[in-house]
Protein backbone atom coordinates (compact mmCIF):
# COMPACT_ATOMS: atom_id res chain seq x y z
CA UNK A 1 0.00 0.00 0.00
CA UNK A 2 1.61 2.85 -1.06
CA UNK A 3 1.87 5.89 1.83
CA UNK A 4 1.18 8.58 -0.51
CA UNK A 5 -2.27 7.18 -1.03
CA UNK A 6 -2.68 6.72 2.91
CA UNK A 7 -1.33 10.58 3.06
CA UNK A 8 -3.58 11.70 0.00
CA UNK A 9 -6.88 10.27 1.92
CA UNK A 10 -6.24 11.50 5.18
CA UNK A 11 -6.10 15.20 3.48
CA UNK A 12 -9.81 14.16 2.05
CA UNK A 13 -10.95 13.24 5.24
CA UNK A 14 -8.69 15.95 7.32
CA UNK A 15 -12.19 18.23 7.39
CA UNK A 16 -15.87 16.70 7.69
CA UNK A 17 -16.93 15.42 4.67
CA UNK A 18 -20.74 14.15 2.77
CA UNK A 19 -19.83 10.62 1.97
CA UNK A 20 -21.08 7.77 0.01
CA UNK A 21 -20.19 4.24 0.61
CA UNK A 22 -21.19 1.63 -2.61
CA UNK A 23 -20.70 -1.87 -2.41
CA UNK A 24 -21.33 -3.62 -5.74
CA UNK A 25 -24.13 -5.71 -6.95
CA UNK A 26 -25.79 -8.28 -5.14
CA UNK A 27 -23.17 -7.72 -2.15
CA UNK A 28 -21.70 -10.66 -0.79
CA UNK A 29 -19.94 -10.48 2.99
CA UNK A 30 -16.32 -9.20 1.63
CA UNK A 31 -18.88 -5.82 -0.54
CA UNK A 32 -20.72 -5.57 2.78
CA UNK A 33 -18.41 -6.11 5.42
CA UNK A 34 -15.67 -3.76 3.89
CA UNK A 35 -18.25 -1.05 3.62
CA UNK A 36 -19.97 -1.70 6.68
CA UNK A 37 -15.98 -1.29 8.37
CA UNK A 38 -15.48 1.47 6.75
CA UNK A 39 -18.95 3.37 7.77
CA UNK A 40 -18.21 2.78 11.34
CA UNK A 41 -14.76 4.06 10.83
CA UNK A 42 -16.40 7.30 9.27
CA UNK A 43 -18.97 8.10 11.30
CA UNK A 44 -16.90 7.83 14.33
CA UNK A 45 -14.95 10.34 12.95
CA UNK A 46 -17.84 12.86 12.45
CA UNK A 47 -18.37 12.35 8.71
CA UNK A 48 -22.10 12.08 7.23
CA UNK A 49 -21.98 8.49 5.37
CA UNK A 50 -24.15 6.43 4.07
CA UNK A 51 -23.85 2.79 2.71
CA UNK A 52 -25.76 2.61 -0.49
CA UNK A 53 -26.24 -1.12 -2.09
CA UNK A 54 -27.40 -1.44 -5.92
CA UNK A 55 -30.02 -3.92 -4.64
CA UNK A 56 -30.83 -6.22 -2.28
CA UNK A 57 -28.91 -9.26 -0.32
CA UNK A 58 -28.80 -12.52 1.51
CA UNK A 59 -30.57 -12.46 4.84
CA UNK A 60 -27.32 -14.52 6.33
CA UNK A 61 -25.96 -10.92 6.18
CA UNK A 62 -28.83 -8.84 7.67
CA UNK A 63 -27.12 -9.00 11.15
CA UNK A 64 -23.86 -7.13 10.74
CA UNK A 65 -23.46 -4.36 12.80
CA UNK A 66 -24.77 -1.27 11.10
CA UNK A 67 -26.57 -3.38 8.36
CA UNK A 68 -30.05 -1.67 8.96
CA UNK A 69 -28.76 1.95 7.83
CA UNK A 70 -27.94 0.55 4.52
CA UNK A 71 -29.95 2.44 1.90
CA UNK A 72 -30.97 0.25 -1.60
CA UNK A 73 -31.09 1.70 -4.54
CA UNK A 74 -33.80 -0.52 -6.21
CA UNK A 75 -36.14 0.22 -3.44
CA UNK A 76 -35.01 4.04 -2.81
CA UNK A 77 -33.90 5.81 -6.32
CA UNK A 78 -35.08 9.17 -5.97
CA UNK A 79 -33.64 9.55 -2.02
CA UNK A 80 -30.64 7.97 -3.22
CA UNK A 81 -30.15 10.38 -6.66
CA UNK A 82 -30.10 13.28 -3.78
CA UNK A 83 -27.81 12.04 -1.67
CA UNK A 84 -25.40 11.15 -4.40
CA UNK A 85 -25.56 14.71 -5.96
CA UNK A 86 -24.88 16.08 -2.51
CA UNK A 87 -21.88 14.31 -1.80
CA UNK A 88 -18.34 15.27 -1.68
CA UNK A 89 -16.52 11.36 -1.52
CA UNK A 90 -17.73 8.20 -3.09
CA UNK A 91 -16.05 5.20 -1.98
CA UNK A 92 -16.08 2.14 -4.14
CA UNK A 93 -16.07 -0.62 -2.17
CA UNK A 94 -14.86 -4.70 -3.72
CA UNK A 95 -15.49 -3.34 -7.49
CA UNK A 96 -13.17 -1.98 -10.10
CA UNK A 97 -15.50 -1.75 -12.78
CA UNK A 98 -18.82 0.54 -12.46
CA UNK A 99 -20.66 -2.00 -14.65
CA UNK A 100 -20.61 -3.71 -11.53
CA UNK A 101 -23.07 -1.89 -9.73
CA UNK A 102 -26.28 -1.90 -11.98
CA UNK A 103 -28.27 1.23 -12.37
CA UNK A 104 -26.32 3.21 -10.42
CA UNK A 105 -23.01 3.32 -12.88
CA UNK A 106 -24.00 6.23 -14.97
CA UNK A 107 -24.76 8.22 -11.45
CA UNK A 108 -21.68 7.64 -10.15
CA UNK A 109 -19.71 8.50 -13.52
CA UNK A 110 -21.33 12.06 -13.61
CA UNK A 111 -20.90 12.33 -10.35
CA UNK A 112 -18.85 15.25 -9.61
CA UNK A 113 -17.93 14.04 -6.47
CA UNK A 114 -13.69 12.47 -5.97
CA UNK A 115 -14.00 8.75 -6.44
CA UNK A 116 -12.25 6.14 -4.22
CA UNK A 117 -11.69 2.56 -5.26
CA UNK A 118 -10.82 0.29 -2.39
CA UNK A 119 -10.77 -3.08 -4.28
CA UNK A 120 -8.72 -6.48 -5.05
CA UNK A 121 -9.91 -7.76 -8.18
CA UNK A 122 -7.63 -7.67 -11.54
CA UNK A 123 -7.86 -5.40 -14.12
CA UNK A 124 -9.29 -2.02 -12.30
CA UNK A 125 -10.50 0.31 -14.85
CA UNK A 126 -9.82 4.09 -14.73
CA UNK A 127 -12.87 5.92 -12.46
CA UNK A 128 -11.30 6.59 -9.47
CA UNK A 129 -9.29 9.90 -8.18
CA UNK A 130 -7.97 7.40 -5.63
CA UNK A 131 -7.07 3.75 -5.46
CA UNK A 132 -6.24 1.23 -3.08
CA UNK A 133 -6.56 -1.65 -5.47
CA UNK A 134 -4.23 -4.84 -4.91
CA UNK A 135 -5.57 -8.35 -6.66
CA UNK A 136 -2.46 -10.07 -4.18
CA UNK A 137 -4.25 -9.68 -0.98
CA UNK A 138 -7.09 -12.01 0.13
CA UNK A 139 -9.84 -9.42 0.51
CA UNK A 140 -11.21 -6.16 0.46
CA UNK A 141 -11.75 -5.95 3.86
CA UNK A 142 -8.30 -6.69 4.32
CA UNK A 143 -7.25 -4.11 2.54
CA UNK A 144 -9.82 -1.89 5.03
CA UNK A 145 -8.19 -3.28 7.71
CA UNK A 146 -4.75 -2.42 6.03
CA UNK A 147 -6.23 1.35 5.75
CA UNK A 148 -8.02 2.12 9.04
CA UNK A 149 -4.62 0.76 11.04
CA UNK A 150 -2.59 3.21 9.20
CA UNK A 151 -5.48 6.38 9.44
CA UNK A 152 -6.10 5.46 13.25
CA UNK A 153 -5.39 1.93 14.61
CA UNK A 154 -6.98 2.78 17.99
CA UNK A 155 -10.03 3.32 16.06
CA UNK A 156 -10.71 -0.11 15.47
CA UNK A 157 -13.11 -1.42 17.75
CA UNK A 158 -16.13 -4.49 17.69
CA UNK A 159 -18.23 -3.14 15.68
CA UNK A 160 -15.60 -2.32 12.38
CA UNK A 161 -13.67 -5.67 13.48
CA UNK A 162 -16.97 -7.92 13.09
CA UNK A 163 -17.63 -6.58 9.64
CA UNK A 164 -13.77 -7.07 8.91
CA UNK A 165 -13.78 -10.27 9.93
CA UNK A 166 -17.00 -11.39 8.03
CA UNK A 167 -15.31 -10.44 4.85
CA UNK A 168 -12.46 -11.89 5.37
CA UNK A 169 -13.94 -15.10 6.31
CA UNK A 170 -16.21 -15.66 3.81
CA UNK A 171 -13.82 -14.21 0.40
CA UNK A 172 -11.27 -16.90 1.64
CA UNK A 173 -13.77 -19.71 2.03
CA UNK A 174 -12.88 -19.84 6.24
CA UNK A 175 -9.22 -19.06 5.23
CA UNK A 176 -8.86 -22.15 2.90
CA UNK A 177 -8.13 -20.15 -0.22
CA UNK A 178 -4.70 -19.31 -1.70
CA UNK A 179 -4.87 -15.96 -1.29
CA UNK A 180 -4.83 -16.73 2.05
CA UNK A 181 -1.51 -15.42 3.59
CA UNK A 182 0.30 -15.19 7.28
CA UNK A 183 -0.89 -11.43 7.08
CA UNK A 184 -4.13 -12.92 7.00
CA UNK A 185 -4.45 -14.96 9.67
CA UNK A 186 -2.23 -11.87 11.91
CA UNK A 187 -5.20 -9.96 11.02
CA UNK A 188 -7.34 -12.15 12.29
CA UNK A 189 -6.05 -12.76 15.24
CA UNK A 190 -5.92 -8.80 16.13
CA UNK A 191 -9.92 -8.53 14.91
CA UNK A 192 -10.15 -10.96 17.49
CA UNK A 193 -8.33 -9.17 20.17
CA UNK A 194 -10.62 -6.12 19.37
CA UNK A 195 -13.17 -7.89 19.66
CA UNK A 196 -14.95 -10.02 16.93
CA UNK A 197 -16.18 -13.00 17.94
CA UNK A 198 -14.77 -15.97 15.63
CA UNK A 199 -17.51 -18.55 16.13
CA UNK A 200 -20.66 -16.38 16.13
CA UNK A 201 -19.92 -14.83 13.19
CA UNK A 202 -19.44 -18.53 11.29
CA UNK A 203 -22.42 -19.37 12.46
CA UNK A 204 -23.91 -16.57 11.22
CA UNK A 205 -22.94 -17.05 7.85
CA UNK A 206 -23.11 -20.70 7.98
CA UNK A 207 -25.19 -22.81 10.53
CA UNK A 208 -28.57 -20.82 9.98
CA UNK A 209 -30.07 -21.88 6.90
CA UNK A 210 -33.66 -22.29 6.66
CA UNK A 211 -35.35 -25.94 5.99
CA UNK A 212 -36.23 -24.83 2.30
CA UNK A 213 -32.23 -24.39 1.45
CA UNK A 214 -31.37 -27.34 2.72
CA UNK A 215 -34.11 -29.38 0.65
CA UNK A 216 -32.65 -26.75 -2.05
CA UNK A 217 -29.57 -27.79 -1.72
CA UNK A 218 -30.62 -31.72 -2.09
CA UNK A 219 -31.87 -30.71 -5.67
CA UNK A 220 -28.54 -29.30 -6.51
CA UNK A 221 -26.60 -32.55 -5.65
CA UNK A 222 -28.97 -34.59 -7.15
CA UNK A 223 -28.06 -32.68 -10.69
CA UNK A 224 -24.80 -32.67 -10.04
CA UNK A 225 -22.56 -34.26 -13.09
CA UNK A 226 -19.25 -34.77 -14.15
CA UNK A 227 -17.95 -34.34 -17.50
CA UNK A 228 -16.45 -37.24 -18.77
CA UNK A 229 -13.53 -35.77 -21.15
CA UNK A 230 -12.75 -33.56 -18.22
CA UNK A 231 -12.21 -32.91 -14.34
CA UNK A 232 -14.88 -31.08 -14.42
CA UNK A 233 -18.01 -31.05 -12.31
CA UNK A 234 -21.32 -29.05 -13.40
CA UNK A 235 -24.95 -28.22 -11.52
CA UNK A 236 -27.78 -26.91 -12.85
CA UNK A 237 -30.85 -25.02 -11.21
CA UNK A 238 -33.67 -24.41 -12.97
CA UNK A 239 -36.24 -21.45 -11.87
CA UNK A 240 -39.05 -24.36 -11.45
CA UNK A 241 -36.27 -25.97 -9.34
CA UNK A 242 -35.85 -22.75 -7.49
CA UNK A 243 -39.59 -21.40 -7.08
CA UNK A 244 -40.62 -25.15 -5.69
CA UNK A 245 -38.39 -23.82 -2.56
CA UNK A 246 -39.61 -20.49 -2.09
CA UNK A 247 -35.78 -19.52 -3.44
CA UNK A 248 -34.32 -16.57 -1.84
CA UNK A 249 -31.49 -14.21 -2.28
CA UNK A 250 -28.51 -16.08 -0.84
CA UNK A 251 -29.91 -19.68 -1.06
CA UNK A 252 -27.48 -21.06 -3.41
CA UNK A 253 -24.70 -19.36 -1.81
CA UNK A 254 -21.58 -21.94 -1.57
CA UNK A 255 -23.24 -24.78 -3.66
CA UNK A 256 -20.57 -24.64 -6.62
CA UNK A 257 -17.84 -25.58 -3.64
CA UNK A 258 -19.73 -29.12 -3.47
CA UNK A 259 -18.23 -30.32 -6.89
CA UNK A 260 -14.56 -29.24 -5.53
CA UNK A 261 -15.05 -31.62 -2.45
CA UNK A 262 -14.94 -34.72 -5.11
CA UNK A 263 -11.17 -36.25 -5.36
CA UNK A 264 -9.28 -35.21 -8.56
CA UNK A 265 -12.12 -32.51 -9.95
CA UNK A 266 -10.15 -28.82 -10.78
CA UNK A 267 -13.21 -26.70 -12.09
CA UNK A 268 -16.66 -26.98 -10.46
CA UNK A 269 -19.70 -24.93 -12.19
CA UNK A 270 -23.39 -24.02 -11.42
CA UNK A 271 -25.66 -22.93 -13.25
CA UNK A 272 -28.67 -20.79 -12.13
CA UNK A 273 -31.60 -19.90 -14.16
CA UNK A 274 -32.95 -16.48 -13.21
CA UNK A 275 -36.19 -15.61 -15.64
CA UNK A 276 -36.78 -12.20 -14.30
CA UNK A 277 -33.42 -10.91 -15.66
CA UNK A 278 -33.22 -13.22 -18.43
CA UNK A 279 -30.16 -14.83 -17.99
CA UNK A 280 -28.36 -18.27 -16.62
CA UNK A 281 -26.57 -17.25 -13.76
CA UNK A 282 -22.76 -19.23 -13.48
CA UNK A 283 -20.12 -19.56 -10.25
CA UNK A 284 -17.08 -20.87 -10.82
CA UNK A 285 -14.73 -22.43 -8.38
CA UNK A 286 -11.40 -23.86 -8.93
CA UNK A 287 -8.24 -25.65 -7.75
CA UNK A 288 -4.52 -25.39 -8.14
CA UNK A 289 -3.78 -23.13 -11.43
CA UNK A 290 -7.11 -23.65 -13.45
CA UNK A 291 -8.04 -19.59 -14.27
CA UNK A 292 -11.52 -19.60 -13.46
CA UNK A 293 -11.66 -15.84 -13.84
CA UNK A 294 -10.08 -16.29 -17.40
CA UNK A 295 -12.28 -18.79 -18.37
CA UNK A 296 -15.32 -16.58 -17.16
CA UNK A 297 -13.99 -13.90 -18.63
CA UNK A 298 -13.49 -15.17 -22.23
CA UNK A 299 -16.68 -17.21 -22.45
CA UNK A 300 -19.22 -15.88 -20.13
CA UNK A 301 -18.91 -11.93 -19.59
CA UNK A 302 -17.52 -12.55 -16.36
CA UNK A 303 -14.62 -12.48 -14.12
CA UNK A 304 -12.65 -12.40 -10.54
CA UNK A 305 -10.04 -14.56 -9.06
CA UNK A 306 -7.66 -17.54 -10.68
CA UNK A 307 -10.28 -19.91 -8.30
CA UNK A 308 -13.63 -17.78 -8.07
CA UNK A 309 -15.16 -16.40 -10.29
CA UNK A 310 -18.52 -15.56 -11.77
CA UNK A 311 -20.27 -15.10 -15.41
CA UNK A 312 -23.73 -15.27 -16.96
CA UNK A 313 -25.36 -16.40 -19.98
CA UNK A 314 -28.40 -14.69 -21.72
CA UNK A 315 -29.73 -18.57 -23.57
CA UNK A 316 -31.50 -21.02 -22.11
CA UNK A 317 -29.62 -23.81 -19.11
CA UNK A 318 -29.49 -26.36 -22.36
CA UNK A 319 -28.05 -23.98 -24.83
CA UNK A 320 -25.57 -22.50 -22.17
CA UNK A 321 -24.63 -26.21 -21.42
CA UNK A 322 -23.69 -26.77 -24.71
CA UNK A 323 -21.39 -23.10 -24.96
CA UNK A 324 -19.51 -24.58 -21.51
CA UNK A 325 -18.94 -27.87 -22.41
CA UNK A 326 -17.40 -26.30 -26.23
CA UNK A 327 -15.78 -23.52 -24.62
CA UNK A 328 -14.08 -26.36 -22.11
CA UNK A 329 -12.62 -28.50 -25.56
CA UNK A 330 -11.47 -24.84 -26.33
CA UNK A 331 -9.49 -24.71 -22.60
CA UNK A 332 -7.93 -28.24 -22.59
CA UNK A 333 -5.13 -27.41 -22.54
CA UNK A 334 -5.69 -25.74 -19.04
CA UNK A 335 -5.95 -28.95 -16.92
Known amino acids: ?104 NEIIKNSKSKKIMIDHHENPKNFSDLNFSDPRISSTCEIVYNIIYKLDAFSINKEISTCLYTGIMTDTGSFKYPSTTYKTHKIISELIQYG ?26 NNIRKVEEHPVIYITLSQSELNKYQFKKGDTEGFVNYGLSIKEIKLSV ?46 SIKKTLHNFLNALNNFKNEF
Open 1 to 104: MKKSNIIKLKELLSSPQKIVIIPHKNPDGDALGSSLALMHYLKNKLHQTFVISPNDYPEFLKWLPGESTILKFSQKEKKIKSIINNSSLIFAMDFNDLTRIGDL
Open 196 to 221: ADGTKIHQKIYDESSLNKLKLLAIAL
Open 270 to 315: ILIENKDEGIIKMSFRSKGDFPANSFAKKYFNGGGHINAAGGSSKY
